[in-house]
């Protein structure tokens, strides 16, 4: 059943008979709805440093407070790129879908719940990174690998519905895909790496994904696609 005046329409029906330009508009509302989540979990990310800056009171040199501080600076830094690097892949995801459903929303909405988890891990990476305790690498390898793979696996549902344009090719659709799914794998297994701290699984994540990424690119056919068709 349709609500008529609404724009809500059921999972089951096809959205074909939706005004086109309301599909427009409503795909605007989810990208610039997600890139606000990502704009303001990039912001959060800075609140444990400024929160720790308590000069009052400490005789020893500014420069070894600050110094002090380099667990949650470098934490952070990471974080960004991290972060930044999922912007780019949904980003570069929904300028190729043309379309969507009920469920496309809900695995976008998904997505943006584990992205506006992440500065906790990141905090917790913070204050814990000098002790000997493995939990908060591996929490935080974790919680980026889960955000990965809800990105992931929003995309392939967006193929699989036929959700994308038209123009993307059976070559270029199987590399956007291999691409993505590489950079899933690679965070999954820097949980292992993570064990033995924050630097290995950080080369994991700044190196080996634009590595994974490199490869499949070498292996698919080459068949660039074009958001803009």
Same mark, same amino acid.
């Given at each position: #059943? ?6 809500? /329409? $059921? ?6 008979? +939706?005004?086109?330009?309301?599909? &427009? ?15 303001? +979990?990039?912001? *959060?990310? !800075? =609140?444990?440093?400024?929160?720790? %800056? &308590? ?17 949650? #600076? ?7 790129? !991290?972060?930044?690097?999922? /912007? ?12 969507? &459903?009920?469920?496309? =929303? /809900? =695995? ?27 939990? $908060? %690498? ?7 690998? !889960? ?33 993505? %799914?590489?950079?899933? #794998? ?22 080996? !994904? ?9 292996? *698919? $056919? ?6 803009? &068709?």
């Amino acid at each position: #059943m349709t609500l008529s005046g609404s724009r809500l /329409w $059921p999972v089951t029906h096809s959205i074909d008979h +939706v005004p086109e330009g309301s599909i &427009d508009q409503g795909l605007e509302r989810l990208v610039f709805f997600s890139d606000a989540v990502f704009a303001i +979990v990039i912001t *959060l990310l !800075v =609140l444990p440093l400024t929160a720790e %800056v &308590d000069l009052s009171g400490k005789s020893e040199p500014l420069v070894h407070q600050v110094w002090d501080e380099w667990p949650r #600076m470098l934490s952070f830094a990471v974080s960004f790129l !991290v972060i930044g690097r999922f /912007w780019i892949a949904h980003h570069s995801m929904y300028g190729f879908v043309r379309r969507f &459903d009920q469920g496309l =929303l /809900w =695995l976008n909405l998904v997505t943006l719940l584990t992205v506006s988890f992440l500065p906790f891990p990141t905090a917790v990476l913070g204050a814990r990174l000098e002790s000997d305790d493995q939990f $908060p %690498v591996v929490f935080y390898a974790t919680s980026m690998a !889960v955000c990965s793979a809800a990105l992931t696996l929003s995309w392939i549902y967006a193929c699989r519905r036929g959700l994308v344009t038209a123009s993307l090719t059976g070559p270029a659709r199987a590399l956007v895909t291999g691409r993505a %799914v590489a950079t899933t #794998m690679v965070f999954l297994l820097s949980v292992g790496p993570a064990v033995a701290g924050l630097v290995p699984a950080a080369c994991c994540w700044l190196l080996a !994904v634009p590595a994974a990424r490199l490869v499949v690119r070498r292996v *698919l $056919p080459r068949s660039e696609p074009n958001p803009a &068709d």
